[in-house]
C-alpha cells in the first residue's frame, strides 16, 4: 500500500512557512543539477565543442559517473531541502566530498584544468561554496529546532 501524504493543517502550515535561505538553496541547487543535464545532453547530442568533445575527460565512462552522481546527490539533497529534514545536512556534506573527491581524480589524472579552464574553476567553487554554505545554514537552522528528525524505518 502507498505511503499516505494526508497533512494536516499544522504541517501544511509548516510546509508554506519554510525561511527564504531554503528557497534560496532550494533554486541554487535546481540550477546546479540543471547545469550538470546540460553537460551531459550537449555531450551525449554531439554538440560540444570539437577540442573538448575529443579531450579524454569526456570519452571516458567516469565522466557520466561523476555527473550523474552528482545530479543524484544533488536531488536528493533538493528533496531533503524541501521537507526541511535534518537529512539535508548529511546530503550537502556528501555532495561537496563526492564532487571534491571526483572532480580532484579529473584534475590529477585527466588535465581537467585544460579543458575546463578558469571558467570551470569558478563553477567548481560556487558548487563547492554552495555545499559548505548550505551545511552551515542547515546546522543553524537546526539549533533553532526548525528541521524535522530523519525518519526511520
Sequence with gaps: MPPSFDYSKNELKDLKKRPLGIWFY??????????????????????????????PFFKSNGFYLN????????????????????????WSLTLLV??????????LTQHWLETAGNFGLVL??????GCISCYL????????????????L
Design 26 to 55: 532550494l533554486i541554487f541547487f535546481s540550477l546546479v543539477i540543471g547545469h550538470f543535464l546540460f553537460i551531459i545532453l550537449i555531450h551525449s547530442l554531439d554538440q560540444m565543442p570539437k577540442p573538448l568533445a575529443h579531450h
Design 67 to 90: 555527473f550523474i552522481g552528482n545530479i543524484i546527490l544533488a536531488f536528493t539533497l533538493l528533496v531533503a531541502l524541501f521537507q526541511m529534514k535534518q537529512s539535508a545536512m548529511f
Design 98 to 107: 563526492f564532487d571534491v573527491c571526483s572532480t580532484s581524480y579529473w584534475i
Design 124 to 129: 567548481i567553487s560556487f558548487v563547492w561554496g
Design 137 to 152: 545554514y542547515l546546522r543553524y537552522l537546526n539549533k533553532k529546532g526548525l528541521l524535522r528528525p530523519c525518519s526511520t
